[in-house]
């Protein structure tokens, strides 16, 4: 089974910076994609980064120059660098990961549990 577990969230005053990590776990030999999400309440969830396996990155165009995706694929792990934060940031930040090939077949994709991220002072 395949699990991705997020990291990293919490509270921090406008203008600063916060770092997610999500691991994946359980057997994973290769993942196509990885990135984030976030949703706020009353919103839908929106793409933040998407970092596919040959290191291409797409981010939303809400967080453009302020936010930074890295992956470390032999750890199987992608990390959200989150930097200049707005109130409008604060939303529940989920991991996601697209083609997954583990020992036992492939998954289409799965999702951490999510993180919460607040910006307010």
């Known amino acids: 089974q395949v699990r991705l577990v997020e990291s990293g969230g919490g509270l921090v005053q406008p203008g600063g910076s916060l770092r997610l990590s999500c691991a994946a776990s359980?057997?994973?030999?290769?993942?196509?994609?990885m990135g984030w999400y976030r949703q706020a309440p009353g919103n839908e969830r929106e793409r933040v980064a998407r970092i596919t396996s040959d290191g291409s990155i797409n981010y939303g165009d809400s967080v453009k120059g302020r936010f930074t995706a890295s992956r470390d694929a032999d750890k199987n792990t992608v990390y959200l660098q989150m930097n200049s934060l707005k109130p409008e940031d604060s939303a529940v930040y989920y991991c996601?990961?697209?083609?997954?090939?583990?020992?036992?077949?492939?998954?289409?994709?799965?999702w951490g549990q999510g993180t919460q991220v607040t910006v307010s002072s």
């Open positions: 996601n990961a697209e083609g997954i090939l583990h020992s036992t077949g492939w998954l289409d994709d799965s």
């Open positions: 359980g057997s994973i030999i290769g993942i196509n994609v």
